[in-house]
């Protein structure tokens, strides 16, 4: 368990989402964790990302982080031009980054009517 707070891991988690949608690949691996440096290199995380925008368009905006109570992760919940994704980011306990998803989100429950 992390010493960090929720507080700091959603604001992170945040920065993290932003440098994705500014392409800064290689600034979003300078903050994994020796382990994810070697899983997911700056190329490759490039190319997950061109992946996601190829299916879901261009990134419009960050509609929330929020923090696991559970797990030292957050979910930040992103709206596309053709759908919701969610990036999940996993700390380890110094808060530098231990995993890194992209998931398909679930409609948002109070939009349904």
Avoid: Y
Wanted: glycine share 4%; charged share 30%.
């Amino acid at each position: 368990i992390s010493d960090v707070s929720p507080e700091s891991m959603e604001a992170s988690a945040r920065t993290i989402t932003d440098l994705l949608r500014q392409h800064q690949f290689k600034e979003v691996s300078t903050r994994f964790n020796d382990r994810m440096k070697e899983a997911m290199p700056p190329d490759r995380l490039e190319t997950s990302w061109t992946h996601v925008m190829t299916h879901l368009g261009l990134f419009k905006t960050i509609k929330l982080a929020r923090k696991d109570p559970e797990f030292d992760r957050v979910d930040v919940r992103c709206e596309f031009e053709h759908g919701l994704m969610i990036v999940r980011v996993a700390f380890d306990p110094s808060g530098k980054i231990a995993g890194l998803w992209m998931l398909p989100a679930e409609p948002e429950k109070d939009s349904q009517t």
